[in-house]
């Protein structure tokens, strides 16, 4: 990381910049340099984005969703189906189905999932407010989004298992083939569950 | 880039960090999310250290390096060798120079190299300032630091050409086989190179 005759200033811009995930040191010094030519397009705009953002982007009480408005305006909006709840992991994963459109319910993020491993315990995760939202009856189906990993199925179980009281239905996306995935390439699992769940064409 | 659901404070701040080489869009939104996530401990700190540097940091007026003095650190430092200047393309390869310790003297950034394909010319480089320092009788010699591209080698030609009469003599970085290189890796050109240059073992 030393970049000698960079001095204190520069190096510690280089410094915060390899903090950011997908940016090595080299990365960062590249980036340090490139934003040092374009000082009025994009670096004084970065840190005015990072510090308006930083100070008024909040998590939703609702949801866990980040805005700057709580409610957030996934929650707020009037023509998104209150009856329908995606419980997704991240807010990554919240945007992502948002620019599928795949989805026009209310969400909610637990914020992770369980995990042996990692020591993630129910208690550590955003579930408690899920069972309140999900005991609503305006709610009727919770799909649950989580990733296909071990701990996201593990995850999925419990929650369907902490759900059944609230009188709603639980389901989960389908497993199957990827838009353009070669079958070679494709797990066990994935085939098997995309051969079980097979429809007319 | 559209992120749907994530509010234009966040999309702004996704649009700009997408502006950094290395980070697509995809990258620029799972930085925004890390960055969301240490506010205290990386994000606020980046926006001082991006605002600060955009301020004070400045190109030297004698060798075009970035610092926050003019002259900079390299220049100013009474330790270093007056009579050897190192031109360099860009302040990244100065500090790669730096960093491997590789040279004790002044740098010379140039900014660029002489490109018809993008159309930099003479006068679009840090040319005239550097005839004006190699003509001080307390310079002896030039070393030419530039890549090993067919631009960086036409500017060599060219800056050697222009310090003729300046009574210095002129150098340029060794070609040979980089450290942990494989021959069969190699391009004729650079293993070509290295045989004429071979030495006794
Ligand atoms: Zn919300
Ligand atoms: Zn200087």
Redesign the interface.
Known sequence: M??????P??E??IT??A?????GPR?A????????G??DA?????????????D??RACSTCG????TDP???CAAPNRAEKEICVVE???D??AL??A?AFKGRYHVLGGVLSALDGVRPDDLNIAKLIERASDEAVTEIVLALNATVDGQTTAHYLADKLEPCGVSVTSLARGVPVGGELDYLDDGTLAAAFRSRSAV
Do not use: F, Q, Y
Not at 2 to 7: D, L, P, Q, V
Not at 19 to 23: D, W
Not at 65 to 68: E, P
């Open positions: 030393r970049t000698a005759s960079a001095g200033e520069i510690r811009l915060l910049l903090k950011l995930p997908g940016l990365s010094r590249r980036a340090a340099l490139h934003l040092l374009k000082r994009v670096m004084r705009p970065l840190a005015d984005a990072l510090a308006d953002a930083a008024k982007i969703n980040l805005d700057v957030c305006a996934v991240t807010v990554g919240l945007w948002e620019r459109g």
